[in-house]
Nanobody, 114 residues
Framework: QVQLLESGGGWVQAAGSLRLTCAAA????????MGWYRQAPGKQREFVAT???????LYGVSVKGRFTISRDNAKNTVYLQMSSLKAEDTAVYYC????????WGQGTQVTVSS
């Protein structure tokens, strides 16, 4: 069993910052990709960012330049530093990990107040 344990969500005012953390635990093999998706009420799940084991990154268009993804392979942990937050960043943020199959966290709420 693999669990993805997210933390760091919460409420913040527009233009503020938050840092999300996701730690993978359980029967882990090498984690190829770790990342984040988000889902706002009434909308489809949206790609935010991913980072490969070697460090290469991809960002969604709406967050590029404002969010930074990083990971600690020794700790099987991925981070999402979110800056210059906007009201439209309000969503449930889901951690994602790809090994022999994909895994999802339970989600953490991020609310940005304008």
């Amino acid at each position: 069993q693999v669990q993805l344990l997210e933390s760091g969500g919460g409420w913040v005012q527009a233009a503020g910052s938050l840092r999300l953390t996701c730690a993978a635990a359980g029967s882990l093999s090498s984690i190829n990709i770790m990342g984040w998706y988000r889902q706002a009420p009434g909308k489809q799940r949206e790609f935010v960012a991913t980072i490969a084991h070697g460090g290469s990154t991809l960002y969604g268009v709406s967050v590029k330049g404002r969010f930074t993804i990083s990971r600690d392979n020794a700790k099987n942990t991925v981070y999402l530093q979110m800056s210059s937050l906007k009201a439209e960043d309000t969503a449930v943020y889901y951690c994602y990990a790809l090994m022999s199959r994909s895994y999802w966290g339970q989600g953490t709420q991020v609310t940005v107040s304008s």
